[in-house]
Structures are given as C-alpha cells and as structure tokens.
C-alpha cells in the first residue's frame, strides 16, 4: 500500500489516503511510481498530492495532517510547537534550544523560562 497527501492551497497537508500499490505501476516499466499514484487520486478527488511513508524514506516524515508541505525541502514540517525551538534542517523536525535530558525522566517544556520540567 502506498500513502498520499492531500495539499490545500497553501500546502498545508489535509489528508492522509492509502493507495493499491497496484494504482501507482508505471505500466511501461512495471515499477511503481509515485506519479500514477498522484495521477489515480487527482482522477477521483482533483487537488494536489505528494507521496509519504510511514518510515520517512520519502519527504523526511510521514504526513498528518497540518503538517505544512515545503517544496524547497521537499519534506513536510510539522506545526512548529514553541516559538524558540529551530528547524534541524536535516530532519525537518523541530528541536528545543536545550536539549531534552537523558536521565529517563518525563519533562515538559516551559517556552516562559526557556527550560525542561521534570513533570
């Protein structure tokens, strides 16, 4: 089965659908490609679709929705969570300015004073 997303117009993600390996085989070659996949649901449903996978070998992560679709990377962000975490640009994943400590422990984190919280 191969997964697509949904893009609205501002390339954020709508929804996630799942496709027959079988809908997305380039009869010429007899290999999938992510082409038919995208060609098969703009046949049923229009709009603007992008491969993803569950294990993040295509486009950094897999989609859900929100998660806004960034051409130049080709990857897709997640809605960043705090305003002082930075984008690690070879993730696409959003990190805190310290990092998470190692201890085991479960922390939550404060944006007010910029720390982990042993909760």
């Known amino acids: 089965m191969a997964h697509f997303a949904q ?4 390339n954020i993600v709508q929804q996630v659908v799942v496709v027959d390996n079988a809908d997305c085989i380039n009869p010429a070659t007899g290999l999938e490609e992510e082409a038919y996949g995208v060609q098969f649901l703009e046949r049923i449903f229009g ?35 705090f305003t002082s975490w930075g984008l690690e640009e070879g993730t696409c994943q959003w990190v805190a300015p310290i990092d ?4 085991g422990a479960f922390y939550t984190w404060n944006e007010e004073s910029l720390v982990w919280i042993h909760q």
């Not at 893009?7 to 501002?10: A, D, K, N, Q």
């Not at 486009?59 to 809605?79: H, M, N, Q, V």
Request: aromatic fraction near 14%.
């Open 100 to 103: 998470y400590p190692s201890d």
């Open 7 to 10: 893009l609205g117009s501002t």
């Open 47 to 81: 709009g603007t679709w992008k491969q993803t996978s569950y294990n993040g070998n295509i486009r950094k992560k897999y989609a859900s929705t929100g998660d806004l679709y960034d051409e130049s990377r080709d990857a897709f962000i997640p809605e960043k969570p």
